[in-house]
Each structure stands twice: as structure tokens, then as C-alpha cells.
């Protein structure tokens, strides 16, 4: 079994920044592709950003230039740095990740959520 944790969300006025991670824990595994998804209020859930294994990224229109995905494979976590954040930005952040697990094989795997709120 897999398990995300994510952390890092809060409460910042707009303009403001945080960072949240997303630490990934159990068995013989591997991760392939990583990325932080988010849903605000009424919406859907959305892809923010994503990241290979091999370090490539993408980021939503709405968040590039402001957001800067990262991870360290050494330590199986990921990290979104979010600055110039907007009140349209308000949502719960999650993290998912493609894993392989030898049990398992290859699965789709979420973290339980992250709420970020960015005050006007």
C-alpha cells in the first residue's frame, strides 16, 4: 500500500506565497509521474502542475510563472512553490502519483487533500 501525505496549506493574503509538499510512504515501490491537482468550491478538480521522474514539467495557463513544481527522489516527495498567489487560487490542493508497487503493480494513487486560502 501506498500512502500521500500532503502539507504546507493554509490561510495567506493574495500576494503572498506557500509551499506545500506531498511525501509518499510504503513497500517496494517506484513513482513515475507526480503532479498537484486542485478543486475549489463548485468546480471540478483541475491539474495545476505535473512532473516525469525524469524532472520534465507542466503547468496549468493559470498558474504558470507563479507556481514551480519540484521533487526529490532521493526523499519520494514533491513540492509545489506558490507565489503571486490570487483568491482565485482558493482551493483544496492534491497530490497524486503514478506508482508501482511489486503487489499491486501500476496504480493511480491521491493524498487526501490540502486546503489553500488566499484572502483578498
Known amino acids: 500500500q501506498v500512502q500521500l501525505v500532503e502539507s504546507g496549506g493554509g490561510l495567506v493574503q493574495a500576494g503572498g506565497s506557500l509551499t506545500l509538499s506531498c511525501a509518499a510512504s510504503?513497500?517496494?515501490?517506484?513513482?513515475?509521474?507526480m503532479g498537484w491537482y486542485r478543486q475549489g468550491s463548485g468546480k471540478q478538480r483541475e491539474l495545476v502542475a505535473a512532473?516525469?521522474?525524469?524532472?520534465?514539467?507542466t503547468y496549468a495557463d493559470s498558474v504558470r510563472g507563479r507556481f514551480t513544481i519540484s521533487r526529490d527522489n532521493r526523499k519520494n516527495t514533491m513540492y509545489v512553490q506558490m507565489n503571486s498567489l490570487k483568491p482565485e487560487d482558493t482551493a483544496v490542493y492534491y497530490c497524486?502519483?503514478?506508482?508501482?508497487?511489486?503487489?499491486?503493480?501500476?496504480?493511480?494513487?491521491w493524498g487526501q487533500g490540502t486546503q489553500v486560502t488566499v484572502s483578498s
Open positions: 497524486n502519483a503514478r506508482v508501482f508497487t511489486l503487489i499491486a503493480g501500476m496504480g493511480d494513487y
Open positions: 510504503g513497500r517496494a515501490f517506484r513513482i513515475d509521474d
Open positions: 512532473i516525469s521522474s525524469s524532472g520534465t514539467t
